[in-house]
C-alpha cells in the first residue's frame, strides 16, 4: 500500500455517511470561513482541497487544488494531488501532465514518479514507459527512505 499520510490512489467508495458528511461539512465551512478573511491563502486552499480529496469528492478538490496553484502554491506536492484528483475523474492524460509539471518543481518528487508508474501502466497502458518510470523511481528509493516497498508494483509492471 501507499505510505501513511499518502492520499489514496483509489477513490473511497459511494459515499460518506450521515456523521462523516456533517464533520466535513463543518470543517469546509470553517475553512471558507478563514479563507473569507484571507482570500489569497493558498494553504487555506490547499486544506480545502485536501479535506475533498479524502471524501473522495473529486470535483470539489479538483477546484479548490486548481485555485491554489494559480493562487501561487505551485508546490510539487498539491501538483500531485491534483494529478490523483485527475486520475480518479477518469482523465489519465491530464493527469500524467501535472505529474509532469510536478517533476519540473521537484525532480526528485518520489509521489509524482510513483503516480507516473501507476497511471502510464494501467490507465494508458503504456508499459515501456512505465518501466522507464519505475526504473526513475528506483533510483530515487535508493536514497530515499521514506518511498515504499516497490515488489508489488514492480511485480505488476514487470509481468506485463
Known amino acids: 500500500g ?5 492520499p489514496p490512489i483509489e477513490a473511497n467508495g459511494p ?24 482570500p489569497d491563502d493558498s494553504r487555506l486552499m490547499v486544506a480545502l ?6 471524501a473522495g469528492r473529486w470535483t470539489e ?14 508546490d510539487a506536492n498539491v501538483v500531485t494531488d491534483l494529478a490523483v484528483v485527475y486520475r480518479n475523474l477518469q482523465q489519465p492524460e491530464r493527469s500524467l501532465e501535472l505529474l509532469g509539471q510536478a517533476l519540473e518543481e521537484e525532480p526528485g518528487h518520489w509521489q509524482a514518479v510513483y503516480n507516473q ?4 501502466h494501467f490507465d494508458l497502458h ?8 519505475l526504473e526513475r523511481l528506483k533510483v530515487i528509493a535508493s536514497a530515499n527512505p521514506e518511498v515504499p516497498d516497490l515488489a508489488a ?7 506485463s
Open 126 to 133: 503504456r508499459h515501456d514507459e512505465a518501466a522507464q518510470a
Open 49 to 54: 482541497g485536501n479535506l475533498y480529496f479524502d
Open 2 to 6: 501507499l505510505p501513511d499520510g499518502h
Open 15 to 38: 459515499g460518506v455517511g450521515g456523521a462523516e458528511a456533517a464533520r466535513l461539512a463543518q470543517q469546509a465551512a470553517e475553512l471558507e470561513g478563514a479563507l473569507a478573511q484571507a
Open 61 to 74: 478538490s479538483r477546484l479548490w487544488y486548481e485555485r491554489a496553484i494559480e493562487a501561487g502554491g505551485r
Open 117 to 120: 508508474v501507476v497511471v502510464l
Open 153 to 159: 508494483l514492480e511485480a505488476e509492471v514487470m509481468g
